[in-house]
Nanobody
């Protein structure tokens, strides 16, 4: 599976962005997808994940209530809608995929990674 993340940019606090992660699929199309982010000088952290069917989603505490993860299987795309962005959301955002039956919450749960897209939120 190859992943291509896009949609990042420079926005002001309170604005919204939608990130997209397009997958070129391997032998199996049943994969969970997660979004992670990494700010300068910090570890890569979990943001949100969605299972292969789209029926189950999970969020970090910082994303809950502001971010929404969704997927369009026909388009092989997973989205991360981010509302009310704050300066602390500034980071490179990565999408990742795994063929695990269950979703993952840490980096080691994922087998495939996209290249990342920069999100910068000014105050």
């Amino acid at each position: 599976v190859q992943l291509q993340a896009s949609g990042g940019g420079l926005v002001q606090a309170g604005d919204s962005l939608m990130l997209s992660c397009v997958a070129s699929e391997g032998p199996s199309s049943r994969y969970a997808v997660g979004w992670f982010r990494q700010a300068p000088g910090k570890e890569r952290e979990f943001v949100a994940t969605i299972n292969w069917s789209g029926a189950s989603t999970y969020y970090s505490d910082s994303a809950k209530g502001r971010f929404t993860i969704s997927r369009d299987s026909a388009k092989k795309t997973v989205y991360l809608q981010m509302n009310n962005l704050q300066p602390e959301d500034t980071a490179v955002y990565y999408c990742a995929a795994t063929e695990r039956v269950t979703v993952g919450f840490v980096r080691s749960d994922y087998d495939y990674w996209g290249q990342g897209t920069q999100v910068t939120v000014s105050s």
